[in-house]
């Protein structure tokens, strides 16, 4: 039974986890958006008005609860990799740099964490105005000049988007993230690239060293050539789905922790991917998905070495307060 609600809440948190991540982490992708809109419109219906609150604060306005979320995410994984896995792989004598690996990671994830959540992300102001007009060439594709924001009331520079969370326009506008609560755009975007490759990298090495250390678990108990007695009395070799299940029911938490890691690995990776592609061509989310439907948008790019110093050194205009 406990095996039981132990797969249940598992379930659970990876499908809230999960669909969280791929539909709160970017609302700039306008189709997203609109699927986002009539489910505000549903939810204001459904919700009682104290959880309608509580959702406007989560979703629609800036809100620190996806960060809790994201610290607390870090905290339990951390807590069940010290508490269980680093005690057995060191009696393993699994190298102790290779366990430690993990917990360097996350410290300099953590950094860059912070980072994204507070820099400015290139908000455009009345001061800054001018000067971000300047960096970019209105393409007369995506961007045309003379638009102001009907919010901000603000020139909107080349590559800028209003960002209807922050309520701010953000110059080189990529997404907002829920998870870092902030916008993502030319001043945050090289802390936002190391954030989630330091991030894919932890999880990467929590999982190598688990699955390490369980590999080391199979082979020293000599598993794999042992044989057992079937219900119907005969007697089977073991094989791995055999294996599996008896390492399910000896190290449960560690197995379904390991399945959360692989999970997240392929969703981190394959993200991690997509934004390096980006960051070559010179293409913001927002723009990538606007290229999309018109052909004939050549974009920014103007090589690739220029084009990752455009993201990890931009401007001097744009440093300038
Ligand atoms: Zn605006
Ligand atoms: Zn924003």
Redesign the pocket.
Known sequence: MEFLWLFIIYVTFLVISISAFCLLSG?SRNSLDRFLHRIDKVLHHVLPSWLQRYYMGCFQT?SGAFVILHLLLDLLVFAEYSWECVGYSLELEISQIFILLPYTLIILNLYFFYQCCAKD?GIVTKQKEALYVQIYEYDGVFFFPGNKCPTCQLTKPARSKH??????C?HR?D???VWVN???GALNIRYFLIYLFSLTLTVISLAAVISRFLLKVVFLSHMMSAAYIDLDGHEQMVNIVFVVQHLFLTFPRILFLLGFLFILVLILGGYSCFLLYLCFTNQTSNEWYKSRRVNAHKGYSRGILINIKDIFQPPDIVKRD
Do not use: L
């Not at 960002?163 to 701010?168: A, K, L, M, P, R």
């Open positions: 609302r800036r992300p960002c209807s969370v922050c309520g701010v953000v506008f997404h907002h993230c902030n916008c993502i």
